[in-house]
Each structure stands twice: as C-alpha cells, then as structure tokens.
C-alpha cells in the first residue's frame, strides 16, 4: 500500500508536467488572422532582410497605419531567441542602441517593428499571433 502512495503524487506531477507546455505561433494562423484585421495589410519581406528569409518556421510582414512589423518564427524557443540574437548582431545603423524597444520575441516568434509601436499596434499583431 504505501508504494501506490508514493507513486500516485509522483505520476500527478508527471502528468502536470507534460500538460499546457508551451504554446507555439503559427504562421500560417497568424497571417490568416492578420489579413482579416482592418487597417492592416500584408506586404512581401524585404530582400535585405536575410534574418526573416532564413527564418525557420518562415516570416511574415505587416504594415500598419505609420507602422511595419516583421514577424519571424522559429520552430521553437531556442530558434526564436538565435533569430532575435541574429537581429541584435546584424542591426542596421538606424536601427542602433534602439533595437531593444524595437525588438520583441514571443515564445517562437520574433517581432521586429520599424519604430515604437502604439498600444493599438501592439494589440492588433499580438491579438493575431495564434
């Protein structure tokens, strides 16, 4: 008897565990959802852009009113956070000590906006990211 004792918290714990990981954004979810967003339109990645070209799991762009955001995805965390380290390493000289406002990885996808985005921005994308 006190084997099923010991054994039972230690499976519930297993279970709970392996439950609700991570969740990872799709692209093509999220650019589904965005096209359907008003004020909002799909445009092509820029060819200077070899980070979101080379992106693992692909990479979206997305112009807003006074805004663009370039949304990159890797398979998992770990290619998310080498994607944003990529645009760390590589940002443009506009772009400069500012990357760290601009720049926004989120689980396995990695925003980067063209300036501060606004609250209504921010709400519109990450509302979409699915």
Known sequence: MPRRIVLL????????????????YSLEKTRACLAKEPGVRLA?????????????????????????????????????????????????????????DLLRPDRNAVLLWKQHPTPEDLDKVNGCLK
């Not at 519930?12 to 609700?20: E, I, N, P, Y």
């Not at 992106?55 to 290619?79: C, H, M, W, Y």
Request: aromatic share 6%; charged share 15%; hydrophobic share 40%.
């Open 9 to 24: 918290p230690l499976t519930l714990v297993v279970l709970a565990a392996g439950c609700g990981g991570t969740k990872s």
């Open 44 to 100: 092509p990645l820029p060819a200077s852009d070899f980070i979101a070209q080379a992106a693992p799991g692909g990479a979206l762009r997305v112009v807003a009113t006074g805004n663009q955001v370039t949304i990159s995805f890797g398979r998992d965390q770990k290619e998310s956070d080498r994607i944003a380290q990529g645009y760390r390493t590589f940002r443009g000289k506009s772009i400069g000590s500012v990357i760290a």
